[in-house]
């Protein structure tokens, strides 16, 4: 992404376009970047793109959790003003975003998540390879998408630098151990907030049944399919992300 990071106070953020705020939240594996087909298309319809950068390995090991990325996202909220939001996350993103607007529903009004964690256990473990040589996570990585040349080799050497960091790897382990624990299962019921689900029919991290859980969980939420793609659906097809995004956000007039 060639957008300027700015940094006010503790947050370092790329911000786009003018109108109603969609933040976004990365997973462990995703760059800013990741987001680069959204962060094209909403400015030009009306929308003000905003990606923070979770503070995923700069949190005392005590406080790395999802509940306290939920806080530092609310407080970032708050930071900037922002009276209402719509929140879009993808894989542990989406787990955080989840647990925001159960948190702070007054601040949400919409949720997209895309390849989240939250209900199914193995999301966090499998999705991230602990340790091994540059060819065992090149294949982790490449199975993250349907098309394997989606997994360049930048995304594939940033895997590999942070699991040969051992500060970010005991940070990583510590996250998916809270992520495992924050189970929202009993939560997503009591979750009025509008939800927009788009998977991708052959995610292998968090399988389509994943999100059919989701969709009969969450009393007001849409799920949308992509065919032809993995764990990360705004990565591999961001023209039809977006497409089903913005339709969703026209539909339900947010």
Same mark, same amino acid.
């Given at each position: ?31 800013? /970047? ?48 922002? /009276? ?171």
């Amino acid at each position: 992404m060639k957008e300027e990071i700015k940094s006010e106070g503790k947050f370092n953020y790329i911000e786009k376009g003018e109108g109603t705020p969609i933040i976004i939240l990365h997973g462990l594996m995703g760059g800013l /970047s990741n987001f680069d087909g959204v962060a094209q298309f909403f400015p030009e319809n009306g929308y003000k793109v905003v990606i923070p950068e979770l503070p995923l390995y700069s949190m005392p090991l005590l406080k790395t959790s999802v509940s306290n990325f939920a806080k530092y996202i609310k407080e970032f909220i708050d930071f900037k003003n922002y /009276s209402e939001v719509i929140l879009l996350g993808n894989s542990l993103g989406g787990h955080i975003a989840l647990l925001t607007t159960k948190l702070y529903p007054e601040k949400i009004k919409g949720l997209v998540i895309t390849g989240s964690s939250g209900l199914y256990e193995s999301a966090m473990g499998e999705s991230y390879p602990k340790r091994g040589d540059y060819e065992y996570i090149k294949k982790k990585a490449e199975n993250v998408f349907y098309d394997p040349a989606v997994a360049t080799k930048e995304i594939v050497d940033d895997v590999y630098a942070t699991v040969n960091n051992r500060n970010k790897l005991i940070k990583t382990l510590a996250i998916a151990k809270s992520a495992i624990r924050h189970n929202m299962a009993k939560d997503l019921p009591k979750m009025n907030t509008e939800t927009c689900i788009i998977w991708g029919k052959q995610d292998h991290v968090t399988p389509p049944d994943v999100a059919e859980d989701f969709y009969r969980l969450l009393p007001n939420s849409k799920l949308y399919w992509i065919d032809k793609c993995g764990h990360a659906a705004m990565m591999e097809h961001p023209k039809k992300f977006n497409k089903l995004f913005h339709h969703w956000l026209k539909d339900k007039q947010l």
